[in-house]
Each structure stands twice: as C-alpha cells, then as structure tokens.
C-alpha cells in the first residue's frame, strides 16, 4: 500500500504529536529518575543510621548494592539525556522536512 503525501496541516500535526508524546516521555522519566534517587537516599539513611549496613555487608550485599543503585541511577540519567537528544533531532527534522513547508 502506497502511503501519500501529507498535506502540511497534517505533517505539523503528526510532528506536533510525536514531539508532544516524547515531552512527556522526557518528564515522566525524569521524575522516576528523581524517584529513585530520593527513595535510595532514604534507604542509606536508614541502614547507615541504623547500623543495618553491617549486615547487608556482612552478607556481601552492601557492594552489590551500592553498585547496582548506581548503574541504575545513571541508566535513568542517560534514557533521559537520550531523550533530550531524540526531542532535539525532532524539532531539527520537522524544520527541515520539505513537507512542512507551506504551499503559499
């Protein structure tokens, strides 16, 4: 099936979705990223305040831990940053595709 040409009022709208829908993409990472790193600190605070991280290294599992809450941490960090990136492509390609380019 041959797809035809979008009209421009089309075009901007499909661009104006898609930018729309990866915004908030962009926010709701941002906020799980932000999410999960009050929710370690809390964490820390209590097993450090607590002495409860000799247990967790008494089982070997502070390192794990303390390893694994950071590769998440910047995991998060980097979708978001990917995001940004994707948003920025985005707006670069709706200015440039000849599509959105009104006909007057």
Not at 25 to 34: D, F, Y
Not at 88 to 96: R, V
Request: aromatic share 12%; with cysteine.
């Amino acid at each position: 099936m041959e797809r035809k040409k979008a009209s421009w009022e089309e075009s901007i709208e499909r661009y104006k979705q898609l930018l729309e829908e990866v915004k908030d993409l962009i926010h709701h990472n941002t906020l799980l990223a932000e999410y999960y790193q009050i929710t370690n600190k809390k964490f820390a605070y209590l097993i450090y305040e607590h002495n409860l991280y000799e247990i967790m290294d008494e089982s070997n599992k502070l390192k794990d831990y303390e390893r694994n809450f950071q590769f998440m941490h910047f995991s998060l960090k980097g979708q978001v940053e990917q995001l940004n990136h994707l948003q920025k492509e985005l707006t670069d390609l709706l200015i440039k595709d000849p599509s959105n380019c009104p006909d007057n």
